[in-house]
Nanobody, 116 residues
Framework: QVQLQESGPGLVKPSQTLSLTCTVS??????????WSWIRQPPGKGLEWMGV???????YYNPALKSRTSISRDTSKNQFSLQLRSVTPEDTAVYYC????????WGQGTQVTVSS
C-alpha cells in the first residue's frame, strides 16, 4: 500500500518561495503509468489542483498557477517536490500530495501559512 508524506516549512514570508516535498513509500514514483499531484485547500475554500508530475517526469500545471509553480522529482529518494514562487497570504492553505488513480492515495496534508 502506497503512503505519501508531505514535509516542509509551515510558515513562509510573503514574496518568498514555498517549497514542499512529498516522500513516497510502498511504491515507486517511476512506475508506469502513475501520476503524482499537488493539491491545496485554502481555509474555507475547496480543493485546488496545482499540478502533476508523471511516472516519466512530464509535468502539467494549473493554468492559474503555472507562472509561479514548479514540480520536480528525485527518483533516488522516491520524492517529488513543489515550489511556489512569490507567495502571498492568499497561498495560505493545507497542501496535499497524492497519487492519481481511480481511488487516489493522499498524504495527510501540511499546513502552510504565508505571513510576515
Amino acid at each position: 500500500q502506497v503512503q505519501l508524506q508531505e514535509s516542509g516549512p509551515g510558515l513562509v514570508k510573503p514574496s518568498q518561495t514555498l517549497s514542499l516535498t512529498c516522500t513516497v513509500s510502498g511504491g515507486s514514483i517511476t512506475t508506469s503509468y502513475y501520476a503524482w499531484s499537488w493539491i491545496r485547500q485554502p481555509p474555507g475554500k475547496g480543493l485546488e489542483w496545482m499540478g502533476v508530475i508523471t511516472y516519466d517526469g512530464s509535468t502539467y500545471y494549473n493554468p492559474a498557477l503555472k507562472s509561479r509553480t514548479s514540480i520536480s522529482r528525485d527518483t533516488s529518494k522516491n520524492q517529488f517536490s513543489l515550489q511556489l514562487r512569490s507567495v502571498t497570504p492568499e497561498d495560505t492553505a493545507v497542501y496535499y500530495c497524492a497519487r492519481d488513480e481511480i481511488v487516489p492515495s493522499w498524504g495527510q496534508g501540511t499546513q502552510v501559512t504565508v505571513s510576515s
